[in-house]
């Protein structure tokens, strides 16, 4: 009866999510039906359990997602990222179209642009290249999640997407590692995507199928509109400048002992090491040097009615709206891991010693409360709160480096995350002005079977060869 509890609370929030409703409102809502359902008192579970995880997130991450979504914001507003993403649907024109859509959404979410300021960035010229080469323009969904929402956001060593930072403060570890697991998974994740889609183009060219006749969200680009925008090798900046910082700060000796006259203060620190928080340090470091720079090469190409403080005031605000959703739940999973009934299930997850290392396990773990959550920073923060000590000490019991267990972490929270009720998905869907039963299979299909897949191979390829 207790796990039906917590069953019916999770059933309860992916409806919830998948409607449309705010997981801020009623992810307490249904952590505290849960709770008064086994007995617990509902007012301590709200402020000892849910606020206290839900403050300790936000403390933790925030100086990622509000410098990420300014520097998106940044890029987005100054015509850079649009810059970017013209050049290479021009380099590589119609003939590889789809292929030129998915590389300009890599491009920009590697650098550290947000998912949905790429989503807007990229759009206006996949349709523009999907128009001239008559390709179905309900694959565009598709290639622009598999450019941002897969291999770019989990699996390449180094993306500054949170879903790369959180393992980090777990596992004392730093966004690189497991770079050459990360880099196959990346290349097999992108060739994977990119025959299930040119499959379906050429499925569709058989079948006489074109571009299609569409009226709702139909942007047009004139020609000399991107003669506006900065120049796209100048624009590459910013988003370099974050790649190489974040990493030469990531090998950089932090001094131990900058911590102790903070541990003097008496003050709750995130973490008792620096090895904790340094991949945070060098990521906060590359995100401020790419937005410095963005501001100081795209500053005259800001719109006239909306100047720096616009863009630097909207994308602060966004960075709430991202950070508070994704506290709210891990705040619901701190509550629902305190429940007498979840230790079934959390026993349930770490008997599964497949392989005989705690890789399937944490796996499988993250992947599902990804799915159940709609969110893969969500579902992996709450997966990582619960059992990360468990998997860290099992892995150091068999010889296991902390570095697989960052990245395995990561990619699984890529995975079933994209279900029809996540958040990213239904945003892409309503800018293309496309319905999931249109495009979904095409986003499932890159973003849901193909990461599982790779997941599941990288595990074995580790177990066989070892490699990090």
């Not at 024109?93 to 949905?116: D, M, N, Q």
């Given at each position: 009866m207790e796990v039906l509890g917590i069953l019916l609370s999770l059933a309860l929030l992916m409806f919830i999510a998948y409607r449309g409703y705010s997981v801020i409102l009623f992810?307490?809502?249904?952590?505290?039906l849960a709770a008064s359902l086994q007995g617990m008192s509902v007012m301590p579970a709200y402020t000892e359990l849910f606020m206290e995880r839900a403050v300790t997130y936000v403390k933790s991450f925030f100086p990622v997602f509000l410098l990420g979504a300014v520097l998106g914001k940044v890029m987005e507003d100054t015509g850079m990222a649009k810059s970017i993403a013209h050049e290479i649907v021009k380099a590589l024109?119609?003939?590889?179209?789809?292929?030129?859509?998915?590389?300009?959404?890599?491009?920009?979410?590697?650098?550290?642009?947000?998912?949905?300021v790429v989503v807007f960035a990229v759009y206006p010229f996949a349709v523009a290249l999907f128009r001239e080469a008559q390709i179905p323009k309900r694959l565009?969904?598709?290639?622009?999640?598999?450019?941002?929402?897969?291999?770019?956001?989990?699996?390449?060593?180094?993306?500054?997407?949170?879903?790369?930072?959180?393992p980090a403060t777990f596992y004392g570890t730093n966004t690189w590692a497991a770079p050459t697991i990360g880099f196959l998974a990346a290349a097999l994740q992108l060739g994977l995507g990119i025959m299930w889609l040119e499959r379906r183009r050429k499925a569709a060219q058989a079948a006489g199928e074109g571009y299609g006749n569409?009226?709702?969200?139909?942007?047009?680009i004139k020609d000399d509109e991107t003669a506006n925008y900065p120049h796209w090798a100048i624009?590459?900046?910013?988003?370099?400048?974050?790649?190489?910082?974040?990493?030469?700060?990531?090998?950089?000796?932090?001094?131990?002992?900058?911590?102790k006259p903070f541990q003097g203060m008496g003050l709750k620190l995130i973490t008792p090491a620096i090895k904790n928080v340094a991949g945070i340090?060098?990521?906060?470091?590359?995100?401020?040097?790419?937005?410095?720079?963005?501001?100081?090469?795209?500053?005259?190409?800001?719109?006239?009615?909306?100047?720096?403080?616009?863009?630097l005031n909207a994308g602060a605000i966004g960075s709430l709206l991202a950070i508070m959703n994704t506290a709210s739940e891990v705040g619901y999973g701190n509550v629902i891991s305190s429940l007498p009934g979840f230790k079934s299930i959390a026993n349930f997850l770490l008997d599964i010693k497949i392989g005989g290392t705690p890789l399937v396990s944490e796996f499988f773990t993250v992947n599902i409360l990804a799915g159940i959550t709609g969110s893969a920073s969500g579902g992996m923060s709450i997966a990582l709160s619960i059992m990360a000590k468990d998997w860290l000490a099992w892995a150091n019991?068999?010889?296991?480096?902390?570095?697989?267990?960052?990245r395995m972490a990561s990619i699984a929270s890529g995975g079933m995350d994209s279900l029809p009720?996540?958040?990213?998905?239904?945003?892409?869907?309503?800018?293309?002005?496309?319905?999931?039963?249109?495009?979904?299979?095409?986003?499932?299909?890159?973003?849901?079977?193909?990461?599982?897949l790779v997941g599941v191979a990288m595990i074995i390829l580790h177990q066989i060869t070892g490699i990090l």
């Open positions: 992810a307490p809502v249904l952590a505290l024109g119609k003939e590889r179209g789809i292929l030129a859509v998915v590389l300009s959404a890599a491009l920009l979410t590697y650098g550290g642009v947000s998912l949905f565009i969904p598709g290639c622009i999640a598999l450019g941002a929402f897969t291999f770019t956001m989990t699996m390449l060593p180094g993306t500054p997407q949170i879903q790369n930072v959180i569409h009226t709702l969200n139909e942007p047009t624009s590459l900046l910013p988003l370099i400048a974050v790649v190489v910082l974040n990493y030469a700060f990531t090998k950089f000796a932090w001094d131990p002992s900058m911590l340090w060098s990521l906060v470091i590359g995100l401020v040097a790419g937005i410095f720079l963005a501001v100081l090469i795209g500053y005259k190409y800001l719109p006239k009615d909306r100047g720096l403080q616009n863009s019991q068999v010889g296991l480096s902390p570095e697989i267990l960052h009720h996540n958040g990213a998905v239904i945003t892409l869907l309503a800018v293309c002005g496309l319905t999931h039963v249109q495009s979904y299979k095409d986003i499932g299909v890159c973003t849901v079977l193909i990461p599982f």
